[in-house]
């Protein structure tokens, strides 16, 4: 269908869509493309000048940084983003690493390679490792990835089900009893039960990564989901050269390709039902159509939809789960390379002390770029630790200041302990609170987003897309099935095909 006209003064003048898509983040560019490759008229709003939302990068005096993460699945062959490149012809340059991440303590360095066999037999290979025990346990953890996976490798097994994929999920039952046993279930149960709780070195592992990727600790996560997001670093990992945004700035320009339109600096302010469709009011116009598809938190959404707290449980429950998860404080580095470092890019997974939670400055995650030719023998690192969000609200802006001040001087600590090569000649830094976060993100508190996965069946509840109201749709971290930028991605294309296949778009071809 006809691309709605993006030039002059028909931006501020109210257009006609049959699908507005508010925020360019994962989410909502997955949904966006996803219905531009079958027809539908789109418009995405994004209130920032680039996409990407938390997953975005962006330059500070000169210099290229990550807003957050950087390393990024779903690039093996059939793959989402994969697809996307190949389907697309997409200018992104996705480079493996080995190892992908690197972990650090003040007595271990474990690298994780890209090959799980690899690392399993790193880890037998360690002085005292109990050998059998970390075969069994690895392999009820690949079979549990296995049958995970399954989803994120093959999206069309998650709702919205066709006949076929109510039928392959039949076949596939004796696949989900290996889930029974510890669906509901925290992490550590499953550790114990092999007899690996003392095991240091994979408590390490477990841990730094049940709290980036399911965002709590190896006694609080959901076994299953758990064991799945450990296998992340196995299942297509990769950096994108030139930053993590680059991979949101191309399915941002095919989405214009296919004859939509992505507005930047346009911010939604409001999100009402007008007739039989829903019409956007942002600070360069409005937008009607008979579908909204929302990549925000769910806070931002019962603002913008004027949905009062009590009104909408699942808006309400969505709102607090986020609540009680994390902010994130962070340094951002510009460094003179050490002698003989590697071009690629690095991955610095850096714990104080492991007998501590992993948050607030004693555990970080560094992200050091790959060479960038137009800052030759300098590279940016961005460092990450997450808070407790609703504690750091609570104080007030002096104590608040502290917090941050002082944990901000954990995280220098930690770098200058345990990657000391790294932090040797830092020619530039800037430091970013959640606040910050929310300035540049426009998440309310400077949520990072996403559920913390602490055990319990709730985690299953929302296996299907959020439909809030006729027509109004939720996609991102939060949701459906949430966390990591494939995740979030992938949501937005099921939305999608829930959005088409409602019928509210008659004159989208299907």
């Known amino acids: 269908m006809a691309a709605i006209p993006p030039t002059g003064d028909a931006r501020r003048a109210e257009a006609q869509a049959d699908a507005v898509v508010v925020g360019a983040g994962f989410g909502g560019l997955g949904a966006a493309l996803a219905l531009a490759e079958r027809g539908a008229r789109v418009v995405v709003v994004e209130a920032l000048t680039y996409p990407g939302g938390c997953a975005s990068t962006f330059r500070r005096a000169g210099h290229r940084f990550e807003s957050g993460a950087t390393l990024c699945a779903g690039f093996a062959p ?39 066999a690899r690392f399993v037999a790193s880890l037998a290979a360690l002085p005292g490792a109990p050998r059998e025990r970390i075969a069994a346990f690895f392999a009820e953890q690949e079979r549990v990835a296995d049958t995970m996976w399954r989803l994120l490798d093959d999206p069309e097994l998650l709702p919205p089900l066709s006949a076929g994929s109510i039928f392959r999920h039949v076949a596939a039952a004796p696949r989900y009893a290996a889930l029974a046993r510890i669906a509901g279930r925290p992490l550590i149960d499953v550790v114990r039960r092999h007899g690996l709780l003392e095991f240091a070195p994979l408590r390490a592992w477990l841990e730094s990564f049940a709290q980036i990727t399911v965002q709590c600790s190896v006694a609080e996560a959901e076994a299953p989901v758990a064991l799945a997001t450990a296998d992340y670093a196995f299942r297509g990992a990769a950096h994108v050269h030139g930053g993590i945004g680059t991979l949101a700035t191309a399915p ?34 409005a937008v009607t159509a008979p579908i909204v598809i ?61 007998a501590l939670p992993y948050v607030e400055g004693n555990h970080v995650f560094a992200s050091i770029s790959d060479a960038d030719d137009a800052s030759p023998g300098l590279r940016t690192i961005t460092v990450s630790t997450h808070v407790r969000a609703a504690a750091l609200g609570a104080l007030d802006d002096a104590a608040r200041a502290v917090k941050v001040r002082t944990i901000q001087e954990a995280m220098r600590a930690v770098l200058d302990r345990l990657a000391p090569e790294w932090t040797a000649d830092v020619v530039h830094a800037m430091t970013a609170s959640p606040r910050t976060f929310e300035r540049f993100t426009f998440r309310p508190g400077g949520l990072v987003g996403g559920v913390p996965r602490v055990a319990g069946l709730a985690n299953y509840r929302g296996l299907a897309p959020t439909e809030v109201r006729d027509g109004l749709w939720l996609v991102g971290d939060s949701v459906f099935p949430g966390q990591s930028t494939l995740a979030a991605a992938i949501g937005g294309t099921r939305v999608a095909e829930a959005a088409l296949r409602s019928g509210r778009m008659h004159e989208v071809a299907r």
């Open 78 to 116: 059939g793959q989402l983003f994969r697809r996307w490149i190949d389907t697309h012809r997409l200018a992104v340059d996705v480079r493996r690493i080995d190892p992908v991440v690197e972990i650090r303590t003040p007595d271990l360095r474990l690298a994780v390679p890209p090959d799980r």
């Open 252 to 285: 941002a320009g095919a989405v214009t390709a296919l004859g939509g339109e992505v507005r930047f600096a346009t911010r939604a302010t409001s999100i009402r039902r007008t007739g039989g469709a829903w019409r956007v009011e942002t600070n360069r116009g």
């Open 294 to 354: 929302a990549n925000v938190l769910p806070q931002s959404l019962r603002t913008l939809a004027g949905i009062a707290p009590g009104d909408d449980r699942t808006l309400d429950d969505l709102a607090c789960s986020v609540e009680r998860g994390w902010g994130a404080v962070m340094l951002y580095l510009v460094v003179r390379a050490p002698s003989g470092a590697s071009p690629d890019a690095l991955h610095l997974d850096l714990t104080a002390d492991p």
